[in-house]
């Protein structure tokens, strides 16, 4: 049974002097369940739990727990590219180092008129 709730993934963004540091918590994840990928300026992170069923029988009294499929965004801007994010995830906290980049500012359209 898949649970039909949205838990969304618990994160907290860090500013530091260069970059930004995105922690966000997914206990019971492993690695290979884990997916990052920068598209249109922003930057998305899905996962998926998988719940083993339970081979101890018997009718659950309280079920907290959940399992499923996750997925949450984070805008980074349209300059930053997926081979500048470093990743890591130890502990069920998946940790991603996003660089500060400039934004490009937009080119003057103006038409010179001459005369």
Known sequence: MMSRKHYPMKSDVREKKDSYLLEIDLP??????????????YLYV??????????????????????????????????VTQDMLKATFKHGVLKITVPKVQEKQPEDSTILIEG
């Open 28 to 41: 019971g994840c492993h690695k290979e369940d884990i997916k990052a990928y920068v598209e249109d300026g």
């Open 46 to 79: 899905a996962a998926t739990m998988n719940k083993e069923k339970s081979k101890g029988g018997g009718k659950f009294i309280r079920k907290e727990s959940y399992w499923g499929d996750y997925k949450r965004s984070f805008f980074v801007g349209s300059n």
